[in-house]
Structure formats: structure tokens, C-alpha cells
């Protein structure tokens, strides 16, 4: 969706290096999500917010950490990268005051190797 | 906890043929299920849901779903596959907080 917007699209870093991934959403909505995807684990959360004062761990946020920047920006960091964060990660928004809280909007997705 | 589960890592079917993706799940209290599409470098798209109500529901590009309370089962469905319906899918239940829990995603391939 090109409402969810993420950078870097791709990236390549080296053990111990501090990285941010950076997602924004011009969809208004207040709720943001950060997830990664690994083949046959299908998507795991990692952090969440549903709005820009609320922040909650999701079910793998060790290693990680979020800023909620306005609601439009929710940024994902990885403090000292290791190769076990190589993965596939995505951003996703969903609006609870339009009654769609349930669809999730998804980014395009940001690819991080970690050597 | 809510749990959803893809039995199939990869399906493949003939162009024109009925395609059928697998999902069960696990919930306490009434199931919010959802269908999502991941196509080759793209994030998630939304397919379909079921929240309440017919338990036929209808979705995107020609897609439905069946729920079947009784098996705990939500199932993906096309009449007639197309090869560019060939991407992941995945199978996913909200759970008490609003968040959704995903499924391991099933691969299908649909051959000319």
C-alpha cells in the first residue's frame, strides 16, 4: 500500500552496528505495527502502538526498541545488530475510529542482512 | 492464548482448476479471522475477514472463505486459479488486545 511508506528498502550491516528502519503513513491512522518475517515463521510482532503516547512489546521486542515519533512515524531500532536479526521487516497502520481496526495496512517492507 | 494454524506449506494447482488454502484456529469466544496476500517483493495485502454473520464471506479478486464453526476452520477458496494468484497467503485471528497473530503462511503455486 503506498499510503505505508518504509526506509531502507534494503539494507546490509555488520554485526554490533546500531540500525533504525523508519516507517511513515500519510492514512491518518493510530495504530502502527512493526513486524519480521522469517520463511516458515510466517510474521511475528515486535512492537505496537495505538497511539502516539502508547507503546507495548510485542511477542519478540528483545534486541529491539520503537520511537513513536508523531502519529504518522513509528521507527524501529536495532541497538547492536546480530546476524539472528537477518530478516524480512514490515510496518503496518490500522484505524480504530473508522471501524476498521481489524485490516491491517502493510509497507512494502524493509530487507536487513546482518553479517 | 488465540492460535491460528496453516497445515500446507505450499500448494500448487493447475490454471482453471478450484484452489483451496487451509487455516484452523484456536480462540476463545467468537473468532475475528482474516485472510491476508503477500505477493513476490510487496508487504501484506488485505484479502478478506469474518467477524459475524454468512459464513460464506467474499473478498478480493475472486476469492472467498468458509467459516466452519464446528471443524474451527477457515479456508481460503477460488472457483478457477489464475497463475498470477500465485503468491503467499496467510491465515490470521485477532486476538483479546486487538492484535493480530499470524499463521506461517502456505506458498501456492498455480501452474500454466
Known amino acids: 500500500d503506498a499510503d505505508v511508506t518504509q526506509t531502507p528498502r534494503n539494507r546490509i550491516t555488520k554485526t554490533g552496528k546500531r540500525i533504525m528502519l523508519e516507517c511513515s503513513q500519510t492514512?491518518?491512522?493510530?495504530?502502527m505495527y512493526w513486524y519480521r518475517q522469517d520463511p516458515g515463521l510466517g510474521l511475528r510482532l515486535i512492537y505496537y502502538s495505538f497511539d502516539v503516547k502508547d507503546i507495548n512489546k510485542g511477542e519478540i521486542s528483545d534486541g529491539y526498541s520503537v520511537s513513536r515519533q508523531a502519529q504518522a512515524k513509528f521507527s524501529l531500532s536495532l541497538e547492536s545488530a546480530i546476524p539472528n536479526q537477518t530478516a524480512l521487516y514490515f510496518c503496518?497502520?490500522?484505524?480504530?475510529?473508522?471501524?476498521?481496526?481489524?485490516?491491517?495496512?502493510f509497507g512494502p517492507g524493509t530487507r536487513l542482512t546482518v553479517l | 492464548a488465540q492460535s491460528v494454524a496453516q497445515p500446507e506449506d505450499q500448494v500448487n494447482v493447475a490454471e482453471g482448476n478450484p484452489l483451496t488454502v487451509k487455516c484452523t484456529y484456536s480462540?476463545?469466544?467468537?473468532?475475528?479471522l482474516f485472510w491476508y496476500v503477500q505477493y513476490p517483493n510487496r508487504g501484506l495485502q488485505f484479502l478478506l475477514k469474518y467477524i459475524t454473520g454468512d459464513n460464506l464471506v467474499k473478498g478480493s479478486y475472486g476469492f472467498e472463505a468458509e467459516f466452519n464453526k464446528s471443524q474451527t476452520s477457515f479456508h481460503l477458496k477460488k472457483p478457477s486459479a489464475l497463475v498470477s494468484d500465485s503468491a503467499l497467503y496467510f491465515c490470521a485471528v485477532r486476538d483479546y488486545t486487538d492484535k493480530l497473530i499470524f499463521g506461517t503462511g502456505t506458498r501456492l503455486q498455480v501452474f500454466p
Open positions: 492514512k491518518g491512522h493510530d495504530r
Open positions: 480462540v476463545s469466544g467468537n473468532p475475528y
Open positions: 503496518a497502520t490500522s484505524d480504530l475510529r473508522t471501524g476498521g481496526r481489524d485490516t491491517q495496512y
